[in-house]
């Protein structure tokens, strides 16, 4: 089936340390995003690619970077200059949407949550 | 930039009866879409839409996409304790390569058995 994996699921770091979000998708997606969800404020855009070795900043790309090497993979690394990293951390993927209507909209993953502890 | 309108950011019903949300923006969106997250997982598309106007079904969810395309309505009936998650609206607002996505804020729907 196809789909978009995220892993791990929960996530523990230590204060100071940078780590890597994995997010696969195998839906021949061009585009793929990253989005942070807190309590009551939504999804918030951190980072989205829309082609391979192309990506740009969404709303609150501080404290994170990213990389496209490959259509199907878009890891997230939140590093140590993030200053509050502890939240729910979302994947997505979509095509690009047409002119005619039929789109879809964005596939999400089902998530890390990272605890800074 | 742009942004959607959803309130309140919480409801409480009772089991069974029906429940509306809506979604408002300031600008026009070509595309409205609501998506349901349940706790812990990632959201879920429900009912994409297209037109102005069009009312489009799923089960015992209704949706429409508003004349004015700066809005859309949500309509649950019967709900049942299974409906509990976040609502999210989203819109779409030109298709293409640099076309995203953007979502409300969310609205919690509690169910009450």
């Known amino acids: 089936d196809g789909g978009i994996t995220q892993s791990p699921k929960y996530l523990f770091r230590k204060e100071g340390q940078n780590v890597t979000l994995s997010c696969e998708q195998n839906?021949?997606?061009?585009?793929m995003y990253w989005y942070r969800q807190d309590p009551g404020q939504g999804l918030r855009l951190i980072y989205y690619s829309q082609i391979v070795n192309d990506f740009q900043k969404g709303d609150i790309a501080e404290g994170y970077s990213v990389s496209r090497e490959k259509k199907e993979s878009f890891p997230l690394t939140v590093t140590s200059a993030q200053k509050n990293p502890t939240a729910f951390y979302l994947c997505a993927s979509s095509q690009t949407p047409g002119t005619g209507g039929g789109w879809y909209g964005y596939t999400f993953g089902s998530g890390t949550r990272l605890t800074v502890v | 930039g742009q942004q959607l309108n959803q309130s309140p950011q919480s409801m409480f019903i009772q089991e069974g009866e029906d429940v509306s949300m809506n979604c408002t923006s300031s600008?026009?969106?070509?595309?409205w879409l609501w998506y349901k997250q349940d706790p812990g997982e990632g959201p879920v598309l429900l009912i994409a839409l297209y037109k102005a106007g069009e009312l489009t079904s799923n089960g015992r969810l209704t949706a429409q996409f508003g004349i004015t395309r700066k809005d859309s309505f949500l309509n649950i009936s019967a709900s049942i304790p299974s409906d509990v998650g976040i609502y999210f609206c989203a819109g779409q607002l030109r298709a293409g390569a640099n076309s995203k996505l953007t979502f409300g804020k969310g609205i919690t729907l509690s169910v009450r058995p």
């Open positions: 600008s026009i969106f070509n595309t």
């Open positions: 839906l021949n997606h061009d585009a």
